[in-house]
Nanobody, 128 residues
Framework: QVQLVESEGGLVQAGGSLRLSCAVS????????MGWFRQAPGKVREFIAA???????DYAESAKGRFTISRDNAKNTVYLQMNSLKPEDTAVYYC??????????????????????WGQGTQVTVSS
């Protein structure tokens, strides 16, 4: 069974940084496109960042310039570096995976329904 395991989030002050990781097992990681989403209380799950098989990236407007998604295929891990955190970044953060066509290594996916596998989520709380 495919497993996506996010690192522990945490409590950070506004303006601070945090790096999340998501370790993936039981799939051929470099065949998969990856994404990060988040869900705040009372809100729908929203896209944050995506990365294609060959490393092309896309970000939500709220994340551009502050967050960086990256992947290490040797470690079967995707990362989300979050800088200049704001209280409105408080949410449960989820990583997600979906297989990408061998013919389309540049594709990344920004909609939650496009993903097949999800992590359990990790809480990030940003205090003001």
């Amino acid at each position: 069974q495919v497993q996506l395991v996010e690192s522990e989030g945490g409590l950070v002050q506004a303006g601070g940084s945090l790096r999340l990781s998501c370790a993936v097992s039981r799939l051929t990681f470099d065949y998969y496109a990856m994404g990060w989403f988040r869900q705040a209380p009372g809100k729908v799950r929203e896209f944050i960042a995506a990365i294609s098989r060959n490393g092309l990236t896309d970000y939500a407007e709220s994340a551009k310039g502050r967050f960086t998604i990256s992947r290490d295929n040797a470690k079967n891990t995707v990362y989300l570096q979050m800088n200049s955190l704001k209280p409105e970044d408080t949410a449960v953060y989820y990583c997600a995976a979906r297989p990408a066509s061998m013919d389309s290594p540049d594709y990344y996916y920004t909609r939650s329904r496009e993903y097949d596998y999800w992590g359990q989520g990790t809480q990030v709380t940003v205090s003001s």
